[in-house]
């Protein structure tokens, strides 16, 4: 190539170090060929931005996703992160990877969901992700400017006299220049990439050349250009050369930069307006330009400024896009269609990605336009719905609790009881005929359906064999929709209302503490406000759906289930050792059983086969009845996927055989409901008055007073408790 440099020299390539901030065009290209990532476009650098911060496996709903830690914000541990969204996280990804293999023209993704649903929180964290991957050595992106050198020629020249050669560094560059030496600097504020300075009959040999055979250079370096004022300038200054291209490059100060949110370098968020996304204004009038040679003088130079400019070589969000009337995002078409955006005096091309966000009306009031078929051959939408697992629910209120620093002690349950009436007021009533699923899950009522979304158990009518499987069967029910707008997780409590009724909760004055009755006060005032929640306007269904006060009643009942067994727990009736005692020996037996195996007598060292009768005894602990020998693959099941999900960990005899424990507890606590009431007002009196209770239950009173604190029941919450449990069962 023409530009006297060599990509094949023996000289060493320093690397793109963070501290290596400004570069000689061939300093540059040098370190080039020891990062080729520098031929990334916008796209595949998102993409590699994804992937820098790792991934994760994580279940959902019994099946397992990809989770991208970048939304776990680890760059940044005060930003708030993404709980769940693992199916738009994949699908996301999987458009980079597509346009980063095969893509050419830019195309929007485009996020479309109920008003909270997380589109932004997802953007937001993207946008913080690359700033922080780009200010890494594997992120490292770099720009140029325009540098003309002080002298004798100043006024008369431009850079190229023997004076002028005269005081150029040895190495032909005045890229190093201090200030002094300098006449004028002229930054890019589009920050093309220094690889466009390469002509483009020349790039791809040029780069095949420097970065070897082997190298698979991307398309958009072929396609892509200096935009038009770099081209202005290189070209004029080529035509005044006496060296031809190096005496143009030597010019060229190629600076690192960093993409900043903050001051609208390389990533921009476009909120809803009529005004142009990019402009551009002239600027060789300008008396800090005065500086330039003559020839560019005589230019009619632009400086471009917008969204689209600013956002150049990092991506730029459209919030809530489709709020905007058609004619301000009309330009679309085309800028997706060829990757160009004309204006009045140039056409400019943009290496950008482009995101949006809209809410589900206006996405189908927009599909139903004329113009819609236009914009869907050049986007990608994807659905971003609201949660479904209640557990990710409570997650997310844990986060905003830790944003509030509230000191109101908070009992517990709360979180986990608003998590669950969120979640159900999203689902919708089981599609009447799905073919080959269970007919029986179609008839799942809605507190019902929300713990088989959370917690993958079913009613105990269904056998083991029937649970395991309608868990293939789960996806199958996931988002079921009975309109375009009427869909499961597109309706109901958003997460900023939920947080909106904790927050009220907590700085109710009258309150001392915070219970899960206070929630239910603020949920019963939301139900009243009809025009406000649209979600309350909904006629009830059968199973309950969409009948708040039958919600209400269910997670009521939920949170005095959970009441109930913690006090059972703590107060040491339920022999909760000894029962996951014998759950183990019950697994062990039904291994060693199932495998026709035989069993060494841990006394004695002799074999003997498992024990039937032992099995059975404990099966009629947990109610089966019928089935033992499917319940016993089931259980072998159970402890393996565990172990393929957790290698290396312990068997959780809790997690893993909540169900079947839970019916053990009950049979127990159902005989004994009457003397842990009479020792609940004991306890009560205890804590009411502050005197000692009698001797005799003095050391049961201290005991279970300290479990209850160990499970965060404070006086207040404990006394709540208490006087319910009383009240119920005295």
Known sequence: MEHGMDPNSEATFPSLSVERRILSFSEYLQAVRNQPGQLRNATSYLRDCMLHFGIDTVHRHGRPWTRYRLFDAPFDPGLVKLIGHEPAQNAFFSFLQAQAEHGRAPRLFLFHGPNGSAKSTFFQLLASALEAYSATEQGALYRFNWIFPAGPSRGRGIGFSETAARTRPETGSYAHLDGESIDALLPDEFRDSPLLLIPREHRLRF????????????????????HPRNRQIFDTLLLSSASGPEGVLRHVQVERF????RYRRGLVTVEPKMTADAHARQITADRSLQSLPPALQNLELYRYGGDLVDANRGMVEFADLLKRPLEGFKYLITTLEEGFLSLDDA???????FGGSANDRQFLAFSETPDFASFEGRCEFARMPYLLDYHSETNILELSLAETRTHKPIAPHVLTCAGLWAVMTRLVRPQPAIEGVDPRLVELNVIEKALWYGDLALPESFTSEQVRTALSQLPEFLYQQNSELLYEGGIGASPRLLRTILLRALTRPEHAFCSVTHIFTEIEQVMKQKATFEFVNYPGQEGGYHDLPKILTHVRRFWQHLMERDLWEAANLVELESVLERLENYISLVIHFVKKEKIKDAVTGQYHSPSEAQMKAFEAEMDITSGASEFRQNCMSRVAAFSIEQPGEKLNLKAVFAPELDRVFHRQLVSRRTHLADLCRTLLEALESGSPP?????????ATRARLETRGYFREAAMEMLEWYVREYA
Do not use: N, Y
Request: hydrophobic share 50%.
């Open 258 to 261: 960093t993409l900043s949110r």
């Open 694 to 702: 009698p001797r005799e239950r003095a050391e049961w009173v201290e």
């Open 207 to 226: 780069l095949a050349d420097l970065l070897g055979p082997d190298t698979v250079i991307p398309p958009w370096l072929d396609k892509a250009d200096l």
């Open 347 to 353: 056409i400019l091309q943009f290496d950008l990605f």
